[in-house]
Structure formats: structure tokens, C-alpha cells
């Protein structure tokens, strides 16, 4: 097999110059005629550069187009700043870009069909949030790769990067078990499809809501009357559904409730109302943002790696660009974070009181 020592002694030229042409190095001034012989003579000698696909890739990388598209507009309330949930994601993605070296990148809102022509300013797109484009769009058609974040969109196609709500659930109901709570009950919200293609929001049975009934029909567990569902997982929505919990006279001994910032306005509502968070009733939520830590008591949460899963949707992204072709849908499970306001001891020391 040819080697650039070969090309070197057969052509003159030092083997850092021959490196540098073979792998069309932008930053490097040769003659023509030195490139024109160095590059004849590695015809003849059927040499392979194999360097030469790592500096393509890595010009690719940076001059290739990336189009971030966010969860949606706050007036939907469904945005960042009423879901810290897709900020994690895209905080995530945004760091992961950067450290690649994809520096050509756009934030680009696509809320509707007039929105498309965005996508003509990039090449790739990543998609934060459950979106349904309309695939025959001309401007959809035209993008290289498409990476889904929070969405299972069509993996036989796409890229999807996900997170086990079920598993995140399971997690929950659990530990509730653990504590010796059989009267539980869920606080959460429908879950909402952005269809671009018929200009509409198709609503559906959010994943936790649907795996927390089945985990208390397969344990026969007593919960219909303890089933409260909203619009929106937000802090307003959280307030007014633990207000008709408590409005109804018939509170569970815990709730799981599907999101921190919902579980922010329970805690308002039942601290109204004089319920002991904690005490009088537990509570475990879904997400683990920043400001659960904080809440008195500090809120027990499964943790969702929402950050990640915007890292791990720019590898998908590399991936593609250095050549996979077949469609991955990735995982990434979910971690229990005990805290005080469901903690197995807190039942006992009542108990004891």
C-alpha cells in the first residue's frame, strides 16, 4: 500500500506539503503545478488519504446551517417561560452545538404554515416540543436532516430524542408504594400536537396521565375521584386544579403531579388552604427544574435530563453528517429525587406525633 513517504520520494515535495494538498487544506497555498503532480502521482500510485474525510467533516460542521426551532410562542402557554422544561433542552442543544463547532446556527419560531419559508435559511433543523410539519411542504423537503426533541414524530424517518414519561411514572408510583401511600392521586394536563399542515392543535392523552392509570388499575389502586386534568402544564393551572381538590372535600393521602411548574401552584393552593405539604399530604412531580430545590418543603421530583436530550440530539446531528443513514430513536430514563415533601420517614415521624 502507498504511503506519503512514497508520494514524497517519487515527487520531491516534503510529506507535510503532500498531507496538506491531499486533504485540500483551504489554509494551505500551493503552486498549481505542485498540486497538479502531487495529486497525478497519487492516481498512479492509488493512494488513499484517509485523513482527508476528517478535514472535510469538520469544514462541513462548520459552514453547514443549523435552524433551532423552540417549543412555540408564550401566548400559546406553552413556552419556555412557563415550561423551564424546553429552556433545559434547548440550552442543552445550544451548548452541544458550540462545542462541535457549529457556529452557523439560527433560532427560528415556526408557529404555522406561513412560518415555512423560514426554513430556507438552513440546511438542518432541530425541533424542540411535539411539531407535525407537513412533509410535502417545498421547504421542508428541502432540508438535509431533521433531529426531533420531545417527540416521537416518526422514527422510522427521523431522528427522535425522548424521554421514558412512563418510566418516569412507574418511578413515582413506586417509591408512593415504598412509602406505604395506596390513596394517590394525579394532577396533570393534556397533552397537544402543533399540526402545521391543518393549521390546528390535536389534543391527546398525555403519556404520564395514561401510564399513572395504568399502574393504579394493574394495583387496583381507588384513584377517579383523585384525577384532576388541566390544559396546560403551568403554575396557574396547577393552582386552579388543587383548588378543586381541595374544594371537593376529597383529598388522596399524595399526588403525582405531571410537572414541577403545576406542582409550584399546588403548593400555593394547598398552603391557602392550610394543608401541610409534606405532612397532611405528599407529593412527588415530574421534571426536577431548578426551582423545586427551593420550595418549603423542597419538592420531590423525578428528574427528566432535559438538558441532555438536547446534547444528545446535536450527536444525531454529527452523526448524520458524517454519514449514518438510518433513523435512531434515543431513550434517556429518568432519576427519583427524594426531598421532603414525599419522604418515607415523614409518614412514620407523624405517626410518632
Known amino acids: ?16 506539503t503532500i498531507s496538506r494538498v491531499l486533504s485540500n487544506d483551504p489554509t494551505f497555498n500551493a503552486s498549481s503545478e505542485a498540486r497538479q503532480k502531487i495529486l497525478l502521482c497519487a492516481k498512479e500510485l492509488k493512494y488513499e488519504y484517509k485523513g482527508r474525510g476528517k478535514v472535510v467533516h469538520a469544514r462541513n460542521i462548520k459552514e453547514h446551517r443549523v435552524g433551532i426551532i423552540p417549543i412555540g410562542l408564550e401566548s400559546s402557554g406553552r413556552g419556555e417561560l412557563q415550561d423551564p422544561y424546553y429552556l433545559y433542552i434547548r440550552n442543552g442543544v445550544e451548548e452541544r452545538l458550540n462545542e462541535l463547532g457549529f457556529h452557523n446556527v439560527s433560532l427560528l419560531p415556526v408557529n404555522g404554515s406561513d412560518d415555512y419559508q423560514r426554513l430556507e435559511k438552513v440546511d438542518s433543523i432541530i425541533v424542540i416540543g411535539k411539531k407535525a410539519f407537513h412533509e410535502d411542504n417545498i421547504f421542508f423537503q428541502q432540508l438535509k436532516n431533521v433531529i426531533f426533541v420531545d417527540y416521537n414524530y416518526d422514527y422510522h424517518k427521523y431522528d427522535c430524542v425522548v424521554s421514558d414519561f412512563t418510566d418516569a411514572i412507574n418511578i413515582a408510583m413506586d417509591y408512593m408504594m415504598e412509602c406505604d401511600i395506596r390513596k394517590i392521586g394525579y394532577i396533570g394536563s393534556w397533552d397537544y400536537v402543533n399540526d402545521f399542515s391543518n393549521e390546528r392543535f390535536i389534543r391527546k392523552i398525555d403519556s404520564r396521565q395514561e401510564a399513572f392509570e395504568n399502574y393504579a388499575n394493574a394495583r387496583e389502586l381507588n384513584y377517579k375521584q383523585y384525577l384532576y386534568i388541566g390544559d396546560k402544564f403551568t403554575k396557574a393551572v396547577g393552582y386552579e386544579l388543587a383548588r378543586k381538590a381541595v374544594q371537593s372535600g376529597q383529598l388522596p393521602d399524595a399526588f403525582v403531579i405531571g410537572a414541577d411548574p ?47 436530550m438536547g446534547k444528545c440530539a446535536v450527536d444525531c446531528l454529527q452523526q448524520r453528517l458524517e454519514g449514518r443513514k438510518v433513523p435512531v430513536k434515543v431513550v434517556l430514563p429518568a432519576t427519583l429525587i427524594v426531598r421532603e415533601s414525599c419522604r418515607k420517614d415523614n409518614r412514620r415521624k407523624q405517626n410518632q406525633q
Open 262 to 308: 403545576m406542582a409550584i401552584g399546588v403548593y400555593r393552593a394547598f398552603t391557602e388552604a392550610g394543608i401541610r405539604i409534606g405532612k397532611d399530604i405528599r407529593l412527588i412531580s415530574i421534571d426536577n427544574i431548578e426551582d423545586t430545590e427551593y420550595l418549603s418543603p423542597p419538592l420531590t421530583t423525578v428528574m427528566i435530563h432535559a438538558f441532555q
Open 1 to 16: 500500500m502507498a504511503t506519503v513517504r512514497d508520494i514524497a520520494e517519487k515527487t520531491g515535495y516534503s510529506k507535510a
